[in-house]
């Protein structure tokens, strides 16, 4: 097909109601969909986005959406300073067009942009595809995954045999955890604000409590019971047997004082459960080991085959069978485009502090 025949369409974010709404209105079942309606609503309200950013490019052939990408807009901080910065977000081609560069053709659009523009949580395809169109390695972050599922050889004595597993670990928490209540909240008190721009501390893509109540209050992703039933074909994930965050405020059971705070999420597809830790702060680094008491606790009670556990939580995970059999060391990487050689991604590319709430990926 030649490249010609392919028009993009360039989605500001003003725009991106209207564009949802008219989409919508007219695709048939079989057409594959750029965005869904609750990507919609949370990219319009997103704390870091401006009406004329471009936040979604749709590749039309005769009409038909054959492909899309989408542009998440953030904030990279560095040395007291804040630059824009956009992430990539469901870029996905049509099975019956692949192989044909229009992949490379929408990557080049976003190219053409001169942004500082970053990528993780990408298939492998998507990286190569990303490398070949002259994107450049960012670097990888660490974290570890503790895979309950390795225990699955019990077969019918697998609940148990987590049950049991869950109870040993928990047991063995630290007596000072006995120091600290906590409270589920549907939003992180702003007092707890994590803001260090105007400090000297290493770069690093700007997370805020701003933004992780965003996270919370606009999911990307919904529980089947709570979302409404609808045939769309949209590649990536919308609905799933459970999906839900819990978030926790931490206070000291002393004087009732706020110390911190901690945001899970819990994702049941394919008959398998994961807890992931996302964003977490506390006043005093010391504390800790707290949180990996509440990540194994929430675990438990909701039977989790599977926790994704920061690489600092790594430590705090005590045992010879667990560390030995259960933790998995995982990589992540990271590619990126600058918008030229002296903007900020460019300049502190190799002084970035990595994440793993770094881009689209606390919403999945």
């Known amino acids: 097909m030649n490249s010609k025949q392919i028009r993009i369409e360039e989605i500001k974010l003003k725009e991106l109601n209207?564009?949802?709404?008219?989409?919508?209105?007219?695709?048939?079942?079989?057409?594959?969909?750029?965005?869904?309606?609750?990507?919609?609503?949370?990219?319009?309200?997103?704390?870091?986005?401006?009406?004329?950013?471009?936040?979604?490019?749709?590749?039309?052939s005769d009409g038909k959406c054959i492909g899309y990408h989408g542009l998440l807009p953030a904030l990279l901080q560095h040395h007291g300073r804040?630059?824009?910065?956009?992430w990539a977000t469901t870029f996905y081609?049509?099975?019956a067009f692949r192989g044909r560069g229009i992949g490379k053709l929408l990557i080049k659009k976003v190219k053409s942009y001169n942004i500082d523009f970053a990528v993780t949580g990408m298939t492998q395809g998507a990286e190569k595809t990303y490398l070949?169109?002259?994107?450049?390695?960012?670097?990888?972050?660490?974290?570890?995954?503790?895979?309950?599922?390795?225990?699955?050889?019990?077969?019918?004595?697998?609940?148990?045999?987590?049950?049991?597993?869950?109870?040993?670990?928990?047991?063995?928490?630290?007596?000072?955890?006995?120091?600290?209540?906590?409270?589920?909240?549907?939003?992180i008190n702003i007092e707890l604000k994590t803001?260090?721009?105007?400090?000297?501390?290493?770069?690093?893509?700007?997370?805020?409590?701003?933004?992780?109540?965003?996270?919370?209050?606009?999911?990307?992703?919904?529980?089947?019971?709570?979302?409404?039933?609808?045939?769309?074909?949209?590649?990536?994930?919308?609905?799933?047997?459970?999906?839900?965050?819990?978030?926790?405020?931490?206070?000291?059971k002393r004087d009732n004082t706020l110390k911190g705070f901690l945001v899970l999420s819990v994702s049941h597809k394919k008959g398998k459960t994961i807890i992931k830790t996302l964003?977490?702060?506390?006043?005093?680094?010391?504390?800790l080991?707290?949180?990996?008491?509440?990540?194994?606790?929430?675990?438990?009670?909701?039977?989790?085959?599977?926790?994704?556990?920061?690489l600092e939580f790594q430590n705090y995970f005590e045992g010879k069978f667990l560390q030995k059999y259960l933790l998995k060391k995982k990589k992540r990487s990271y590619v990126y485009h600058p918008a030229s050689t002296a903007s900020p991604l460019a300049a502190f590319a190799d002084q970035i502090v990595l994440n793993y709430c770094d881009g689209d990926t606390a919403f999945t």
């Not at 804040?82 to 956009?86: A, E, M, N, Q, T």
């Not at 987590?162 to 549907?186: A, H």
């Not at 997370?207 to 992780?212: G, Q």
Request: proline residues 4%; aromatic residues 14%.
């Open 18 to 60: 209207n564009f949802a709404r008219a989409f919508f209105e007219r695709a048939n079942p079989e057409e594959i969909i750029p965005i869904s309606r609750q990507r919609v609503l949370a990219q319009t309200h997103n704390p870091c986005a401006q009406p004329d950013d471009i936040v979604l490019l749709v590749a039309f």
């Open 82 to 86: 804040l630059s824009k910065v956009y």
């Open 93 to 95: 081609v049509s099975e």
């Open 132 to 187: 070949n169109s002259g994107l450049n390695v960012l670097g990888s972050i660490v974290f570890y995954q503790l895979r309950m599922e390795k225990v699955i050889r019990f077969k019918l004595f697998y609940q148990m045999v987590k049950r049991l597993l869950y109870r040993y670990w928990l047991s063995r928490q630290p007596g000072d955890l006995q120091d600290f209540n906590y409270k589920q909240v549907d939003q």
């Open 195 to 252: 803001n260090k721009v105007i400090s000297n501390h290493a770069p690093a893509f700007h997370r805020d409590i701003e933004m992780v109540n965003w996270m919370l209050k606009y999911p990307w992703v919904l529980s089947r019971d709570t979302a409404e039933v609808r045939k769309e074909n949209y590649h990536f994930a919308r609905v799933r047997d459970i999906f839900k965050y819990i978030a926790l405020e931490i206070y000291s």
């Open 279 to 287: 964003d977490y702060h506390l006043r005093n680094f010391r504390d």
């Open 289 to 310: 080991k707290i949180f990996c008491g509440l990540s194994l606790k929430f675990a438990a009670h909701h039977s989790a085959d599977r926790i994704d556990i920061p």
